[in-house]
Nanobody, 122 residues
Framework: VQLVESGGGLVQPGGSLRLSCAASEFTFDGYAIGWFRQAPGKEREGVSCISTSDGSTYYVDSVKGRFTISRGNAKNTLYLQMNSLKPEDTAVYYC????????????????WGQGTLVTVSS
């Protein structure tokens, strides 16, 4: 199973980015999938996840109303639309899949991507 993220980069505060995740040898159907991030000097945290079984979505409080998680038309793609970005959103963002999930704070994925860097700075 390989998860490959793309779409990171440098953006000014208030700007937007869309992260993408493509999976190979793995179909998201029936699994939880999501995004995590790790800022410099901080622990990795869950950002958002989705249950492909019922479509429920979950977000960490700090991104609610600004980020949107979604699946692509292809069953092995995942997106994270990030709007109104803040400097504190600067982090390496990781795509994750599989594993038990009862909300973003309890999501424990089996599979991880290598990450894509998002830098929010003027």
């Amino acid at each position: 199973v390989q998860l490959v993220e793309s779409g990171g980069g440098l953006v000014q505060p208030g700007g937007s980015l869309r992260l993408s995740c493509a999976a190979s040898e793995f179909t998201f159907d029936g699994y939880a999938i999501g995004w995590f991030r790790q800022a410099p000097g901080k622990e990795r945290e869950g950002v958002s996840c989705i249950s492909t079984s019922d479509g429920s979505t979950y977000y960490v409080d700090s991104v609610k109303g600004r980020f949107t998680i979604s699946r692509g038309n292809a069953k092995n793609t995942l997106y994270l639309q990030m709007n109104s970005l803040k400097p504190e959103d600067t982090a390496v963002y990781y795509c994750a899949a599989g594993g038990p999930m009862y909300g973003i704070s309890s999501y424990d994925p089996f599979y991880w991507g290598q990450g894509t860097l998002v830098t929010v700075s003027s």
